[in-house]
């Protein structure tokens, strides 16, 4: 079975600096995706990013990029000039697509949050 | 945003009581699921659905059945409820052409007092 472990419950950053997020998984699959998603106060669950394992280079979504260490079974997640509507909780998450093969669904396990905080 | 809707928003129960929540999507999304949210633990998958009728369990699964018609809905079923299934309830969607991205609904939170 998969973990995902998230070491830092909490974590707070001023507006415009830069923060990361830590990430780490056990798996003993050699192809899976990786998942950032934000839980805001408002509690919807949304899609930051997205990794696929065999592809070398760190996915980027405008602010936001990862660090993918494939070896280490880390996904960090760096934050660019933080804003006000970044606070939330962030969840990393994995996912193994040989469900896909089967037919039997893309099933996530989660890690359990780092709650961020930014202020002014 | 995808079209997903969960119903209640909200739900307070007394123990030993059956419980369904529902699922509304109205994507056609082949997968749905049914995740719990409690601090400390992050989302757990209890249930998930392939098709019409094909179900299967998650990590979760003791205490709680689904049920899944129709394409477009699906309910979860807590049969006798228990202060421990306290928590918020996400459905979520996928599809066929993309199965590795996931839309959630807005949550279920329930309370067994």
């Known amino acids: 079975a998969q973990t995902v472990t998230q070491s830092q419950p909490e974590m707070s950053v001023q507006e415009a600096e830069t923060v990361t997020l830590s990430c780490t998984y056990d798996?003993?699959?050699?192809?899976?995706?990786l998942f950032w998603y934000k839980q805001p106060p408002s509690r919807q669950m949304i899609l930051v990013i997205r990794?696929?394992?065999?592809?070398?280079q760190n996915a980027t979504e405008n602010r936001f990029s990862v660090n993918f260490q494939k070896a280490a079974k880390s996904f960090s997640l760096k934050i660019s000039d933080s804003q006000l509507g970044d606070t939330a909780m962030y969840f990393c998450a994995f996912m193994n697509p040989s469900y896909i093969y089967t037919g039997t669904a893309s099933k996530l396990t989660f890690g359990t949050g780092t709650r961020l905080q930014v202020t002014l | 945003d995808a079209g997903i809707t969960q119903s209640p928003r909200h739900k307070v129960t007394e123990t030993g009581t059956p419980v369904t929540l529902r699922c509304h999507q109205t994507e056609n999304h082949r997968y749905m699921y049914w995740y719990r949210q409690d601090p400390g633990h992050g989302l757990r998958l209890i249930h998930y659905s392939y098709g019409v009728k094909d179900t299967d369990k998650g990590e979760v699964s003791d205490g709680y059945s689904v049920s899944r018609s129709k394409t477009e809905d699906f309910l979860l079923t807590l049969e006798s409820a228990t202060s421990s299934q306290t928590s918020v309830y996400f459905c979520?969607?996928?599809?066929?052409?993309?199965?590795?991205?996931?839309?959630f609904g807005q949550g279920t939170r329930l309370t067994v007092v």
């Open positions: 990794q696929e394992a065999y592809k070398q």
């Open positions: 979520a969607i996928s599809e066929d052409r993309d199965p590795t991205e996931a839309f």
């Open positions: 798996t003993s699959e050699n192809n899976y995706y």
